[in-house]
């Protein structure tokens, strides 16, 4: 009873140690983003006394540090049939692992390995071995067995992720795609759908606003980045401004051929607008050159408005230029769902006719 107790903790000083490494390397992407908030500086301070001392009880209190950087001539039989199992697991782990975190950083997040990264790297590659001793595997097992447990796992793993995945296609992608929109609106043209023919990603979602159009109107035409925000959260697409809570004068004279900043070099032109009814955007560079996000003010009747976003997307389906818009298409629906909720919000507290 008390080994297994023993092999538990031990292995979530593991989780706990590989955990930390992934935070720290994920807040100081978020430094580069942000600047060095004291915060920022707090948590990675924080996540890398984590990373020391869950280091020291399971790879060095353990000797299977030790024994790993051992010369093989130094080595009992035991010993060796451990090691080279240790290093079998780890070699499988840092492939998968590796991989893994560079596809994300590169293709999904879209920004170059640093030098945190690269440190990342070697501490995977120096501490997965004895990591597998301290998880406990392949003990009763020679290294070709332990390795046929592993992959299979792995397998296992992957096969719960394709799962996933299919649930995402056929329930969740489908709700997403059209969160708070009716199949009216759904089904409605709009505005701009000609530029995007055949669009892999056709996202209608609304909301009710308890507002006239009027009042809709300004908030739209003056978004953008650094300057009315995007309603959303500010610190993922505003380079952490709040996003606005008054209407501003100098952002409201909007005309077809303007251009929006979205982000750091990134833009949209306004190809049309009517106000208050539609505001077709076109985004002209990175990964979204070419999409569009089209907005329609539905007066409904009694002093209520429906507000429309809609956003017309074609995806490369080359490998790895698929790899962001998978995550995309998943968890656009965050922002924008804050996006829409944030408008009504605030042109409900703060109407533009009052």
């Not at 397998?155 to 009216?184: D, M, S």
């Not at 739209?220 to 009315?228: E, N, S």
Request: proline share 4%; aromatic share 12%.
């Amino acid at each position: 009873m008390r080994a297994r107790q023993t092999r538990s903790f031990q292995r979530t000083l593991v989780l706990l140690n590989y955990l930390s490494l992934g935070l720290l390397q994920f807040f100081f992407m978020l430094t580069k983003l942000l600047g060095w908030h004291p915060y920022l500086v707090i948590v990675m301070v924080v996540l890398l006394a984590v990373l020391v001392s869950t280091f020291i009880p399971v790879h060095l209190a353990t000797g299977y540090w030790r024994l790993i950087h051992t010369s093989s001539a130094r080595l009992n039989e035991d010993e060796l049939r451990l090691t080279r199992t240790a290093l079998a697991l780890a070699f499988v782990w840092f492939v998968v692992l590796t991989m893994l975190g560079v596809s994300f950083k590169l293709y999904v997040m879209f920004n170059r390995l640093n030098i945190v990264d690269l440190l990342a790297i070697l501490y995977l590659a120096n501490t997965l071995p004895s990591s597998c001793l301290a998880w406990g595997t392949g003990r009763s097992l020679n290294w070709r067995e332990a390795l046929m447990v592993w992959v299979t796992r792995l397998l296992a793993i992957f096969a719960v992720v394709a799962a996933l995945f299919v649930l995402n296609l056929l329930v969740i992608r489908p709700w997403q795609q059209h969160w708070g929109a009716t199949t009216e609106e759904v089904n409605r043209a709009m505005p701009g759908d000609e530029l995007v023919e055949r669009a892999d990603f056709n996202a209608t979602r609304a909301v009710t606003v308890n507002a006239a159009p009027e009042d809709v109107w300004p908030w739209l035409v003056q978004m953008g980045y650094q300057r009315a925000g995007f309603y959303s959260y500010d610190s993922l697409d505003n380079a952490g401004i709040p996003s606005a809570r008054r209407i501003i004068p100098e952002f409201q004279d909007l005309e077809a051929g303007d251009r929006i900043q979205v982000g750091k070099g990134a833009f949209m032109t306004v190809i049309s607008l009517e106000p208050p009814v539609s505001l077709v955007l076109q985004f002209e560079n990175g990964p979204w050159a070419g999409n569009t996000w089209d907005w329609g003010v539905y007066a409904q009747g009694a002093g209520q408005t429906r507000l429309v976003s809609r956003v017309r997307a074609t995806y490369d389906w080359s490998f790895p230029h698929i790899l962001p818009w998978m995550f995309i298409d998943t968890f656009e629906i965050i922002m924008m769902r804050r996006c829409l909720l944030g408008i009504k919000e605030r042109v409900e507290a703060y109407p533009a006719s009052t």
